[in-house]
DNA sequence: ATGGGACTCATACTAAAGTACTAAATTGTT
DNA sequence: AACAATTTAGTACTTTAGTATGAGTCCCAT
């Protein structure tokens, strides 16, 4: 968000700074005028696409956002949102346990409370939930 | 990529339009010069967000309807896709049991053949393969 | 009518998954 | 430094999942 704004105001003082250069130095002359408009176009045409790619998808390989907004509401903490992700890869506690370098002690502590906190029985309802909370990629 | 050819043509074009206004309506003011340049820029701006949307929107693969030519392939009975898409829906085997009306030991037997003809080693795992396969629905 | 496929059910077993605690080390924030 | 939250890990236990095997029933097609 800050880093938008950011961008923005430094984009209007460069816009203003065109109009600068366009007045003084510019001024008489006609096919400089069209110079202009053509760099202008073309800025913006990039910063329009740049704006857009930055909006849609900030991670390029998950094209699908996932929904912070309701992993914050339901609680769940970084860690647990990986070894949900892994589970939904259809990875049991110890495969989980080796890939994440901890032990299936570890992992299973964190399936209960993503089970708690998801409000599932299973772990077969708990991919099912973050389908539909949208807090798994895919 | 014909479209866009299309699409850039028409922008050329407008383009060189915008100017011979500008040559010719506006010569000798210069407020309204910075008017033009202003729209320019509004205009680019928006054609760049536009083309980025068209391109970035025709990635998500639309899943659609169910792959049947798939499940031929896999062997899958009419009764395993029953049971596929409800242990994706979150279900235990007792659960699914008393949906169906059979008892779990049938269930089982059915997981068990799913789990075969899908390789999969989990029943998590059948779900995730079973989503990449488009044989079951969402 | 015979054979094959699909569906059903059972038993006995092993392997995962999940619960319920407790507790230490780590991390970030005030 | 003090604090809360997170991450880690353990034990002991119950439940669910999955395997292996055998067997009975039904339906459909050759």
Sequence with gaps: M???IL???ALIIFLLSV???GHYAYFSRNISNELVLAIIAVVFLVIGIYLNKKSLHKKPIPPKHINTQRIIQLGL???ECEVLREISLG????????KLFVSESTIKTHVSNILVKLDAKRRTQ???KAREFQIIPL
Tied chains: 1, 2.
């Design 126 to 128: 708990a991919i099912k």
């Design 19 to 21: 109009f600068k250069l």
């Design 91 to 98: 990875l049991s506690n110890k495969e989980i346990a080796e």
């Design 7 to 9: 961008i923005f105001t």
């Design 77 to 79: 903490s970084k860690r």
């Design 2 to 4: 800050t880093r938008a």
